[in-house]
């Protein structure tokens, strides 16, 4: 979505990575501009699929462009809205499917709700909405929460680091000798 409205020619965002382009803007944006429809309704699973959205948010981009006269690549006057409104449909799709599973766990015994954790990391802990939606939806169902630093939630070596640190000072799964250990690039 961030490179379909050229967030990179944003004066506010040129820098910044796609995801927290959309988080920038989406703060002073109006949502309730645009509705998209929630991906995946008709589906009672836990799986997450975002191909629907992005194809409805298209469609609309490309309906404003028609609207304001703009070719592709040039920034619509509503970009803030627009960024508002799927950053608000994606945070509600994954606190949807987070809570189905939430539910399944705890009815097929898989985790106990007395000491049930919900653990977000990756690109989407580190968008401040979506992680308020997910606290929220811990809290109100006697989970705990946790999450890394948004800093260490983009970078995909930094949390595979981090999960090396968490296992070692555990004692889980750490192999102590590399004695017998052929290491091969690729």
């Not at 995801?19 to 429809?37: M, P, V, Y």
């Not at 509503?78 to 539910?103: E, G, N, P, S, W």
């Not at 809290?139 to 948004?150: H, I, R, T």
Request: proline share 3%.
């Amino acid at each position: 979505v961030a490179r379909r409205l050229s967030l990179r020619k944003h004066p506010e965002c040129h820098s910044m990575a796609g995801g927290k382009a959309i988080e920038h803007l989406a703060q002073t944006g109006n949502r309730q501009l645009h509705t998209f429809r929630l991906p995946m309704q008709r589906y009672r699973n836990c799986d997450f699929s975002f191909s629907g959205l992005q194809n409805l948010v298209n469609k609309a981009i490309i309906q404003k462009e028609k609207e304001e006269g703009i070719q592709e690549g040039e920034i619509l006057s509503c970009v803030k809205d627009i960024a508002a409104a799927v950053q608000h449909a994606v945070a509600v799709h994954v606190i949807q499917r987070t809570y189905r599973a939430m539910l399944f766990c705890i009815k097929n015994s898989i985790l106990s709700s007395k000491n049930a954790t919900l653990v977000v990391s990756g690109g989407v802990a580190s968008n401040q909405y979506i992680r308020k939606g997910l606290q929220t939806l811990a809290d109100a169902n006697g989970f705990a929460f946790l999450c890394p630093p948004p800093r260490l939630c983009t970078d995909n070596g930094v949390m595979i680091a981090w999960n090396g640190i968490e296992r070692l000072r555990a004692g889980l799964g750490v192999l102590h000798s590399t004695d017998g250990i052929r290491y091969e690039p690729k």
